[in-house]
């Protein structure tokens, strides 16, 4: 076996937060509380596979039966590779024909078409920005996180959005054109689908912004105007939407700037981060000056362990900087992994992470309960997936393999982190990532504002 990748992610409880943009391919999502996907992705590595498997069924069956984390119960008689994988694994497996699975990895890699937009439809506000996606077009026109649509304009007539179908029926008759989007306060935002690399990182002090722009995303960019005012002198905020793609060339560069601006303090948030590649974590948790040593453990059915090491980065946040977290019901997997390493190595303690624990507005205007969307708690994924490839074919599946264990030996498979162990709780109007109301509130916990 060669070409070993490994990914961390998951799935969320919030309202079907939307992507506008449509994609020829599928995208790896589970649908969890309500039928509801939100940021899904899961811990997963790539194996090649050699052998003489031609034919899709008896390969998947092979690999199911080596790798896959616990015995399964029935004799797999599906008469299809993809219906096996259905009815027999996990919701956190998948099967992949090959062109999937080349775009899957494309997508990965930060590679994305469209607006880089995803929303939900609040009643009695209107379609609020769940997601504007770092250097994508929505993001370069204007739109962010938590911005409100109320109308829009194409070819000299309007169209109001009472419901999500009226956005995506906008959208869809855009097409490749060109949207004029309506915020609540006026404001018109132009823009128009496109290629573009995504940016995973975006840091603000008091005064100034970073985030990352250009071919591949590797060019930091001030951003003046995103600056978070209500951040004390010294501060630093520091964002991180996935682990995927230069996500650490990028967390690399926003801590050379962290330095070089004299920043005492960080505020690392990790809401909505539904994980990715532990490589990248690895590299990340390098990026803190106190870790050194194992980043996590992956524990096999055969009872054997995989250890994997911090990465150490060429740029680290200090170890005499103060640490803290933000996480929400959406914060799952790598980002619950990265978690760990801080706490275990002493940068971050229990009492520094800040969860979402959602307004009971927000939980009466879905009718959801808070235990759905798992209010106040992180997601609680502690198991890993590898990708195995087939050599033949170059189709693939995605697997659990392994349990999940932090350098102090945690896991929150099942369960998450919650005021349980020591985490503060901070009251969320709803799960949106970025600067707004819940930031406020816990930037006055942390520093008593």
Same mark, same amino acid.
């Given at each position: ?5 490994n ?53 998947v069956?092979s690999?199911?039966?080596q ?8 004799d ?17 497996s ?44 929505a993001?370069a026109?204007g ?6 649509i ?7 007539k309007d169209?109001a959005?009472n ?9 869809d ?25 995504t ?41 991180l939407?996935?682990?995927y ?10 801590a ?5 601006e ?10 909505? #981060? *539904?994980?990715g590649? =532990?490589?990248?974590?690895?590299? +990340?948790? $390098?990026?803190? &000056? ?89 997601y ?6 590898s ?11 995605k697997?659990t393999t ?15 982190l919650?005021?349980? #162990? *020591?985490?503060n709780? =901070?009251?969320?109007?709803?799960? +949106?990532? $970025?600067?707004g &109301? ?12």
């Open positions: 076996m060669s070409g070993r990748e990914e961390a992610g998951v799935a969320s409880g919030a309202p079907a937060a939307k992507n506008t943009v449509k994609k020829k391919v599928i995208t790896v999502t589970v649908c969890v509380l309500l039928g509801v996907a939100f940021l899904v992705l899961a811990f997963f590595g790539g194996y090649w596979v050699r052998g003489s498997f031609t034919d899709s069924l008896s390969w069956k690999v199911i039966e790798y896959y984390y616990k015995e399964i119960e029935g797999m008689d599906e008469v299809a590779a993809d219906a096996l994988v259905k009815e027999y694994l996990d919701i956190y998948a099967y992949y024909t090959a062109e999937e699975y080349a775009a899957q990895q494309s997508a990965n890699a930060g590679n994305k078409s469209g607006f880089g937009l995803s929303c939900t439809y609040y009643p009695g506000r209107g379609i609020v920005v769940v997601n504007s996606v770092g250097n994508s077009p993001y026109a739109l962010r996180n938590g911005d409100v109320v109308s829009a304009e194409y070819e000299g169209y959005f419901s999500y179908e009226d956005f995506s029926s906008y959208t008759l855009v097409g490749d054109g060109q949207a004029n989007f309506i915020l609540d306060d006026g404001t018109s935002i132009v823009c128009s689908r496109a290629e573009y690399a940016s995973y990182v975006f840091m603000a002090t008091n005064d100034n912004a970073w985030t990352f722009t250009g071919n591949g995303a590797l060019t930091i960019t001030e951003s003046a105007q995103d600056a978070i005012s209500y951040l004390p002198d010294g501060a630093a905020y520091i964002s939407s996935q682990f793609g230069s996500a650490p060339r990028q967390f690399d560069m926003a050379e700037v962290f330095n070089a004299g920043c005492t303090s960080l505020i690392l948030d990790l809401r909505n #981060d *539904g994980g590649y =532990v490589s990248v974590m690895q590299k +990340i948790a $390098g990026c803190f &000056e106190g870790c050194v040593g194992t980043a996590m453990e992956a524990r096999y059915k055969d009872g054997s362990v995989s250890r994997y090491d911090v990465e150490e980065s060429k740029n680290r946040i200090p170890s005499s900087a103060e640490v803290y977290i933000l996480a929400n019901s959406n914060t799952a997997s790598a980002s619950e992994a990265l978690t760990g390493v801080l706490v275990s190595y002493g940068v971050a303690d229990y009492g520094d992470i800040y969860i979402s624990e959602y307004s009971q507005e927000y939980l009466d205007t879905f009718g959801i309960t808070a235990e759905q969307v798992k209010s106040g708690k992180t609680g994924k502690g198991i890993m997936q990708t195995f490839v087939n050599p033949f074919t170059h189709e693939a599946l697997l392994a349990q999940i264990y932090w350098p102090d030996g945690t896991t929150i498979h099942g369960r998450g919650s005021a349980e #162990d *020591g985490c709780t =901070v009251e969320a109007p709803m799960p +949106i990532s $970025g600067d &109301e819940e930031l406020q509130a816990a930037v006055a916990a942390i520093y008593g504002n």
